[in-house]
């Protein structure tokens, strides 16, 4: 482990060493890929939203089993036991929550009342400044750039406005995989990076091995919204070609068929899926339709084909635009150490302002 320290308002604010965040990618960041990521210094955060509530809290006792650093779990404010699933997180003393999806105020305030880091995801500045508003310590911003679901506005562009638009510590996504990444995002303002991509390729992930030789041989993502109804950047494969030219009907059929296969994973009854719809169709103002509300089963069984089941032929990877500059399959402790080493070098390399000394570090 590296002696190089880069200290920002990110690593004091989490109790990590480096500011590196893994995101908590459903399927893919499960004990053992958030365990090794904070024990090398970073700051790794389960992915719950897959998760049953007993699947959680045993996910949750397995990262403290394997690493006494801190860590997160990212949760879905529109889950029908939220309150539970906060409750949870404050009884078992984990450090960071993070959102996917839009959070509830009351649950930003229970979280920070209990002394929780609440660090929610956002696509647009009017997000962010609402969930500052609402008193998030701070906030993860992803750039059209990154994996899964995502918006239109390019990392580089987002990045400095929501930066210019509030005052807690921003954290980038979209597009990072070393070093010098994580020095554009400090030079832009933020306090680190996150990375999605970059850490389900490594040897800590779960991902079945013939998946990320998949993810390794190939270099085009797409967008679509035919996973969910929503915007979607995963790999450019045959499905989702298939997907893209299927009939509406042929889409509310596996719609169908997929939330029953969620609905028996998640241990969720019919009710229960009906409920957690109509929470998500009003966190998206009501612009989703019933349709495509019912798409959105598609996501966790889609992904879990490909993820857990070693399926990519049945299923869809999500993934970063990155992807097709990754080449290796470093453990998380390689990966960290690299992309800190590399950035404190490439720190002594910038040249100094004319009439001042060169910075000694």
Do not use: C
Request: hydrophobic share 45%; glycine share 12%; charged share 20%.
């Amino acid at each position: 482990m590296i002696d190089q320290v880069l200290e920002t308002p990110l690593t004091k604010l989490a109790g990590v060493r480096h500011p590196v965040v893994q995101t908590g990618m459903g399927w893919v960041a499960g004990p053992k890929l958030v365990s090794a990521v904070s024990s090398a210094g970073g700051l790794g955060i389960l992915g719950s939203a897959t998760m049953t509530f007993g699947q959680l809290k045993a996910a949750i006792d397995e990262v403290k089993s394997r690493t006494d650093q801190p860590f997160g779990v990212n949760l879905r404010a529109d889950a029908g036991d939220a309150g539970e699933r906060v409750d949870l997180l404050i009884s078992s003393g984990v450090k960071v929550a993070s959102f996917a999806l839009a959070p509830r105020q009351e649950l930003i305030a229970k979280l920070k009342d209990a002394g929780l880091v609440v660090i929610p995801s956002v696509g647009a500045r009017r997000h962010a400044e609402k969930v500052a508003k609402w008193g998030a310590d701070a906030v993860l911003v992803q750039g059209g750039e990154g994996g899964g679901h995502t918006g239109a506005v390019a990392t580089t562009l987002l990045l400095p406005q929501v930066v210019d638009a509030v005052d807690i510590p921003v954290i980038a996504a979209g597009g990072f995989f070393d070093g010098r990444g994580l020095v554009a995002a400090l030079a832009y303002g933020a306090a680190g990076i996150a990375m999605g991509t970059r850490f389900l390729l490594t040897k800590d992930s779960s991902v079945p091995d013939q998946v990320k030789q998949r993810y390794l041989s190939m270099n085009e993502t797409v967008v679509t919204r035919q996973v969910d109804g929503m915007p979607h950047r995963v790999l450019n494969t045959p499905l989702v070609d298939a997907l893209e030219k299927s009939s509406g009907l042929a889409q509310l059929a596996r719609s169908v068929r997929n939330a029953a296969r969620f609905r028996k994973i998640s241990g969720q009854s019919w009710p229960e899926l009906v409920k957690d719809g109509l929470a998500m169709k009003r966190g998206h103002g009501k612009d989703l339709s019933w349709s495509q509300l019912l798409m959105a089963a598609n996501t966790p069984m889609l992904l879990k084909s490909a993820m857990v089941d070693g399926r990519p032929d049945l299923g869809v990877m999500a993934s970063g635009q990155v992807v097709s500059v990754i080449d290796s399959l470093p453990d998380a402790e390689e990966l960290i150490d690299g992309i800190v080493t590399t950035a404190a070098e490439t720190l002594r390399r910038l040249p100094a302002p004319q009439g001042s000394p060169a910075p000694s570090r």
